[in-house]
């Protein structure tokens, strides 16, 4: 019976392989674990070595294949610690070959494999402090009219409101005129001979006719009467000198305002 134990044996073979020499800490290997030997075959399923149960952790990728005389199961495993060869090893293999009563134990070679990482120093001085939690980012503007909408908006309305009440004004304005200036107030400012002169043309324009030239008459010539003692006084002023008061020039402007249309 041990001879027979050692035969079967001898003719088992098991291999485990990967496509991969090297991986990142963070990412997982694609491993294949092959049973070859007389049918009918049964494998336990093995599990890690002591050795690489620290440093892998292994999950079956989906159950095992059986064909005849071979056995075939497909595992996912993530590295734990970084290292320029990490050893990743299984358990002896216990299989049943060729009807076999008593399982026979058969040895895995294992892999060795490169892990690395950007972490540089994993120590405990080397973490980073706590910190707080992160202000959540400001909420977006609810939708609508953007500010420049909104300034153009003001702008035209603002517009619109001035011309309305442009409009009104000149409305009124064209209801209720101003009173007509008064042409006379303007000679109150002038000198004595000059406001005399000035005046004087005012009454003669006034009483111009055909009939009556009364600017190219002299005063003596002119008619008697209001418009004639006026300019009497007036012709004082121009030609004799005498001074006029305010109440004076108050009292000629008047007269004049009394004889009608000045123009």
């Known amino acids: 019976m041990i001879l027979l ?17 090297s991986t ?27 050795e690489s149960v620290g440093v892998w952790k292994l999950t079956p990728d989906g159950p ?13 495993a993530d590295p734990f610690v970084p290292g320029e060869a990490v050893k990743l090893g299984f358990d002896r293999v216990r299989v049943w070959a060729g009807g076999a009563a008593e399982p026979a134990g058969v040895a895995v070679t294992p892999l060795t494999l490169r892990v690395t990482t950007g972490v540089t120093d994993a120590s405990v001085a080397a973490a980073r402090p706590t910190t707080g939690p992160e202000d959540l980012p400001d909420e977006p503007p609810a939708p609508g009219l953007g500010r420049g909408v909104w300034d153009r908006v003001v702008l035209a ?20 005129p101003p009173p ?8 109150d400012a002038l000198p004595d001979a000059d406001f005399a002169h000035r005046l004087s043309e005012v009454v003669r324009g006034r009483l111009h ?8 008459l002299t005063t003596p010539e002119l008619p008697p009467g209001p418009a ?30 009394q004889v009608g249309d000045t123009r």
């Open 5 to 21: 134990a050692l035969l079967l044996t001898s003719d088992i073979r098991v291999s485990l392989t990967t496509v991969a020499t």
């Open 24 to 50: 990142r800490l963070a990412d997982p290997v694609r491993l294949t674990l092959t049973v070859e030997g007389p049918a009918p075959l049964r494998v336990d399923d093995p599990g890690l070595d002591p």
């Open 64 to 76: 095992a294949a059986v064909d005849g005389g071979r056995w075939v199961r497909r595992y996912t």
């Open 157 to 176: 309305v603002t517009l619109v409101t001035v011309v309305v009440l442009i409009t009104q004004a000149s409305r009124l304005r064209r209801r209720h």
């Open 180 to 187: 007509p200036a008064d042409p006379l107030a303007e000679l």
């Open 209 to 216: 006719t055909d009939a009556l030239p009364a600017r190219r």
């Open 228 to 257: 004639r003692e006026l300019l009497d006084r007036l012709d004082a002023v121009r030609f004799g000198g005498s001074p006029l008061t305010a109440a004076d020039r108050a009292g000629m402007l008047e007269a004049v305002r």
